[in-house]
């Protein structure tokens, strides 16, 4: 109804944008007269517009009237550098980004080119611009490929990968545009705040910032905070006998149900992801293990068994978690892609390695955390896109105060959603799924099924196998992710099979036809890998080859028959032979090649860099790229005469049609997987196929279905649609982002009590870093520790006479051993503002005097102790608080049940612990200072070096 009196506001947004993209427009022939000298000097005439401008505001209203002309560079750019000249509506993307929102845009519509427009503008006041990315793949074929704008307009483009040293990530954010990570900047923002030398900090002050899919860091990720951990030693045998614990113990049907327990050992709540042992189930442990107290402080169990039934219950191989080398490796549920640097934390990753029977890792202790809400909040301007936020807009607004735009297609979007088909068992639904493939792949149609975990990809895999309907698998098994970019390059050939987990969705293009590009630059890295990357490169052996010592001849064996392996694996990807010319001349290159660059000298990542840039349309001045690129678009010329007659056929039969075989808990991962197909107004179907078994209806709700069902005994194979049930699952799916939203907002609600602790320890250190006025800052912890002493001792309620002044002065002598002349009869007759004032006065006194001593052993010794000192009590001390922040965590929820707000009590708790750390830390602080007694260098000792601290 308001809409209709109000009208839609996306309309209203997008209609301001118009007058601008008219202005752009009109600009577009002014800089096609251009040459590439004056259009890459614009950037210097708007650089120095921004000479003398500091305020933040200033700058903003300045690039605001630069938009026009700065967005008519860029896409001119595009246009010589790339042969891509941005769409209109692209370039209302490129506003809604530069105006600090979240563009939702289709699959399909360039998003990685709309990022050029805003970064381009807000990088021209030189304080550095960040896009983030989902993978280091993604970042790094941005940097190489949109990233050539940039670089022929004269900006830096930086690129920080996970192997980097400090000084590239130093060299690379130090670029006017840096492509990286979400978790490399997350994890790079907390080693800079645990450094040590200013010279260490990596990170330049956080300035502006793109996400690109957007919602998969902010709402997907955002449950899982970013942890740097130092190992603490537990017993590891507790892992193993409560795992084989565990195995002994029944699960109960039911739940309790008025304080009457189940039968059976333990109870599990999928819903909450919890695990409950019953009275019975703690008798029968207590027994097994032959305590009396699961809960005993000196020999505690509870911990472990509770850890062990997750383990057993929650958490399934190929589902949550696949072995990989002897190692249990995260799948994120959201990508479907393995996540090998992080772990469970809270021994939960342990439970899992004993019941794996894999080595046990030792558990850490947390040294500095942030979540993803607070790290991107830091950001003055945060911008971000992606093809699915309007489901998630109320969080994204309460949470980062980011307004979701979505942007029109260029296209019109004429893909069809089928209506669900749902049926009473699995089984009848997996053997309908594989009905469809079949129909489908008969008509020549290209088909991509979505699954939603690896053991659900493989099963759907063997059901093909057995009908022999040839096809490609992609989940996150180790063979299958190193083919993702190839098998989703032949994912829309006419008659081909794709069977996915999520992690298809994100950063790679199913054209139909086949991507032509692609298939050129791999048949060319088919023929240049034996002649030019060094056998013994990690990146082309593998984890599982580098750990093996194999000698030289076992090596080569061993990668000649992995080489065979995947020619006859690529020829099935190849639309056609090459003609007998081409292939001589990429015979001859792959010669010519090897001599130039040596041979077997290259490693993997730099051919594939080199190929990278050969596949462009920037300029170059390497006359064997040049080569390279002249052969790549020959064989594309001869792939595209093929595929060309092939598209025409598949977008004949409908195009490509989408199966989902499983409602995901959030509606945006249903949509993102519908929207592989369909792109830039391509035809296309999807479908998806459900069960009453799914978890989604099994956990909320489907056991009103399943009696409609039986009381009208419908057939297990015969599907049903009805408005009943689609009602039921959009209503189980929002009860689940609702439920998740909940979460987050918690970790959220209380990481700002940590954030706003956080904020002041790492102002902190920066100030000792930047080792300005390191004396006044220690002794203004002398003057607070000074007066905490007369607070402590001075009651000033009581008369003089009464006043504890001998414990007072012999307190002061425990700090400052240099007053150790200090008497009780010095101090009568003041009061207690003149004692505290005197107090001071003595110490700074006696602080000059060890200033003094020290300094002659070493000149400026004392600053360098001032820093050594503050860093130690500042890091040792709140590695500390954060344990017993995530304690006190644990323990306030029980305070709900005394009528009291958990998070309240966390906050005025968590607010006195952090007031005494800080207390701690100042007296320490002097304390170490005074009883700082340096060696003198020994006399062989050359006169430049350094006195150990």
């Known amino acids: 109804m308001l809409k209709l009196l109000l009208g839609d506001p996306n309309a209203r947004k997008l209609r301001r944008y118009q007058p601008l993209v008219a202005e752009i427009n009109g600009l577009e022939e002014e800089m096609a007269a251009l040459s590439d000298q004056d259009l890459q000097g614009r950037t210097q005439a708007f650089r120095e517009r921004f000479a003398g401008i500091h305020e933040p505001d200033q700058r903003l209203e300045l690039m605001d009237e630069l938009l026009p002309e700065a967005f008519a560079v860029v896409r001119e750019a595009g246009k010589r550098v790339l042969d891509m000249r941005h769409f209109d509506v692209q370039l209302i993307g490129g506003m809604v980004l530069h105006d600090g929102q979240i563009a939702e845009m289709k699959t399909g519509e360039g998003k990685t080119l709309v990022a050029t427009l805003p970064a381009y503008l807000n990088a021209l006041s030189g304080q550095g611009v960040h896009i983030v990315t989902v993978n280091d793949y993604l970042a790094r074929r941005d940097t190489e490929w949109v990233g050539q704008i940039h670089r022929f307009l004269g900006l830096s483009v930086g690129l920080i990968q996970q192997e980097m040293s400090p000084k590239e990530r130093q060299r690379n954010y130090a670029c006017d545009i840096t492509y990286v990570t979400n978790s490399e900047l997350g994890f790079d923002y907390l080693r800079d705040n645990m450094a040590t030398d200013l010279k260490d900090l990596v990170q330049r002050d956080f300035h502006y910032c793109i996400i690109d899919e957007v919602d998969s860091i902010l709402v997907d990720e955002a449950r899982t905070p970013l942890i740097i951990s130092g190992q603490v030693e537990r017993p590891q045998e507790k892992y193993k006998e409560a795992a084989s614990i565990a195995t002994k113990l029944q699960r109960a049907e039911g739940v309790t149900k008025d304080g009457v327990d189940p039968d059976g050992d333990y109870e599990v709540d999928e819903k909450q992801r919890n695990v409950m042992l019953t009275d019975q189930g703690f008798e029968k442990v207590e027994k097994l293990l032959q305590v009396k107290d699961l809960f005993n402080p000196k020999d505690p169990w509870a911990h472990y068994i509770n850890n062990a039934l997750k383990a057993k219950e929650l958490f399934t191989k190929d589902v949550n978690y696949i072995v990989r080398e002897d190692q249990a490796v995260i799948v994120d549920e959201f990508t479907g892609r393995v996540m090998p640097t992080r772990r469970w934390s809270d021994g939960q990753h342990q439970a899992i390695e004993a019941k794996e029977n894999l080595e046990i890792q030792p558990e850490t202790q947390t040294m500095a955390t942030i979540t993803y809400q607070n790290l991107f909040l830091l950001y003055p301007r945060l911008a971000g896109m992606t093809g699915t936020a309007k489901t998630e807009e109320t969080e994204l607004e309460k949470t980062y105060n980011l307004e979701v735009t979505v942007v029109p297609t260029n296209r019109l979007l004429i893909r069809k959603d089928l209506p669900d088909q749902v049926f009473k068992t699995e089984a009848a639904k997996w053997r309908a799924v594989a009905d469809e493939i079949a129909k489908e792949h008969e008509t020549a149609r290209p088909v991509l099924v979505g699954t939603t975990s690896v053991e659900k990809s493989e099963l759907i895999s063997g059901l093909l196998r057995e009908r022999s309907i040839p096809h490609n698998l992609l989940n996150a098994k180790p063979e299958n992710v190193e083919r993702e970019a190839e098998i989703i390059a032949q994912a829309g050939r006419a008659g081909a099979v794709t069977i996915s987990t999520n992690m298809a969705g994100r950063g790679t293009d199913i054209i139909l036809g086949g991507n032509t590009d692609y298939m050129a630059r791999l048949r060319i890295r088919e023929a240049l890998l034996p002649q030019l990357v060094n056998p013994e490169d990690p990146q082309l052996m593998g984890g599982a080859l580098a750990k093996q010592r194999l000698n030289p001849v076992q090596l080569e064996a061993l990668l000649r028959q992995r080489q065979q392996e995947q020619s006859r694996r690529l020829a099935k990807l190849f639309p056609c032979p090459l003609s007998p010319g081409a292939e001589q001349d990429l015979k001859q290159l792959s010669g010519d090649l090897a001599q130039a660059w040596g041979e077997r000298r290259l490693s993997l990542i730099t ?31 001869e792939y595209d005469r093929i595929t060309a007659h092939e598209q025409e056929g598949v977008i004949g039969s409908g195009g490509l049609h989408v199966i ?58 015969m599907p049903i649609e009805s408005s009943l049930l689609t009602r039921s699952l959009e209503s189980a799916q929002k009860k689940v982002e609702t439920y998740y939203f909940d979460i987050r907002k918690q970790v959220f609600d209380y990481d700002q009590v940590m954030n706003n602790q956080r904020r002041a320890i790492y102002a902190e250190r920066h100030r000792v870093l930047k080792g300005n006025q390191l004396k006044q800052q220690v002794l203004s912890y002398g003057e607070r520790t000074m007066e905490d002493i007369v ?63 020290v300094n002659e052993i070493q000149s400026n010794l004392m600053r360098q102790a001032e820093r050594f000192f503050i860093l130690q009590q500042i890091d040792t001390l709140w590695r500390e608080h954060l344990q017993s922040m995530d304690a006190l965590r644990e323990s306030v929820n029980l305070r709900g049940y005394g009528q009291k707000d958990p998070l309240m009590e966390y906050k005025n708790e968590g607010y006195t612990m952090f007031l005494e750390m800080m ?31």
């Not at 051919?607 to 594309?636: F, H, S, T």
């Not at 078994?693 to 956990?699: G, T």
């Not at 012999?810 to 003149?834: A, H, I, M, N, T």
């Not at 100042?922 to 060696?935: C, G, H, L, T």
């Open 607 to 637: 051919l594939d860099e080199r190929l990278n840039v050969a596949a462009e349309k920037a300029p170059v001045q390497d006359p064997w790229i040049q080569k390279l690129r002249q052969l790549m678009q020959r064989i594309r010329g």
């Open 791 to 853: 607070d402590a001792y001075v009651d000033p309620e009581l008369p003089p006479e009464e006043w504890s002044l001998d414990r007072l002065a012999s307190k002061v002598k425990e700090f400052v051993y240099l007053l150790s002349d200090l008497r009780p009869q010095d101090l009568l007759g003041l009061k207690v503002e003149e004692l505290k004032a005197f107090l001071c006065e003595q110490l700074c006194s006696a602080y000059d005097i060890k200033e003094a001593q």
């Open 660 to 717: 989902g075989t499983e409602r995901h808990e959030s509606r945006r991962v249903d949509n993102q997987l519908r929207g592989r197909s369909g792109r830039q107004g391509d035809p296309g179907s999807s479908r998806f196929f459900l069960s009453l078994e799914d978890s989604l209806l099994r956990i909320f709700g489907g056991d009103r279905v399943a009696k409609v069902m039986d009381a009208f005994r419908v057939d297990e194979d």
């Open 919 to 949: 207390t701690q830390m100042r007296r320490n602080v002097i304390y170490s200072m005074f009883m700082f007694e340096p060696r003198p260098p020994a006399v062989s000792t050359p006169p430049h070096r350094e006195v150990i601290i």
